[in-house]
């Protein structure tokens, strides 16, 4: 990002897995941790900017225009970091990003459900309802396992 001082914003999360007295098996344990810190963060972090990025578009009198919102970041985010996000937000090319994801958004509603893991909520919550028994296929199959347990020398009656 142009005008992010060098280190970028990778700074702005710290290297909490240095500060700890708990240490991973396997280096395995180690990436899968770092995975999943990384993309917690990430989202963590989007939600803080748009809730920022609103704050500041109201404080701004509801202007969409980033660059009114200069200088009214959150103050966890330094100040040049934040002018440089408004910067980014307002280039041509990253507005017509935006709008063109917006409307893939409102075209495709299915593809933005929301999931556990690899498998959509819809699709455990169908997983999950119990099949409809036949009463006359649960029969047979009692039927069945009495008639087979008579076979079978194994089982003796008392």
């Not at 914003?9 to 098996?25: A, C, D, E």
């Not at 180690?30 to 995975?35: C, K, L, P, Q, Y």
């Not at 200088?71 to 937000?89: F, L, Q, S, T």
């Not at 495709?108 to 819809?122: D, I, N, Q, R, V």
């Amino acid at each position: 990002m142009e005008g992010v001082p060098k280190g970028g914003l990778g700074q702005l999360i710290p290297n909490i897995f240095g500060r700890t007295s708990y240490h991973f098996v396997t280096e395995r344990e180690v990436a899968d941790a770092r995975t999943t810190w990384n993309k917690i963060a990430a989202n963590r972090f989007t939600d803080y900017l748009n809730k920022h990025k609103a704050a500041a578009k109201k404080a701004s009198g509801n202007f969409d225009d980033p660059l009114m919102w200069k200088g009214r970041g959150p103050p966890a985010i330094r100040r040049d970091y934040w002018n440089a996000m408004c910067d980014k937000w307002a280039t041509e090319d990253f507005r017509h990003r935006s709008r063109i994801a917006a409307e893939n958004q409102t075209k495709m509603p299915e593809a933005t459900l929301h999931t556990s893991g690899s498998k959509s909520f819809e699709r455990q919550k169908r997983k999950m309802v119990p099949p409809i028994r036949d009463p006359t296929i649960e029969t047979h199959q009692v039927e069945r396992a009495e008639r087979d347990d008579d076979e079978d020398p194994r089982i003796q009656d008392d």
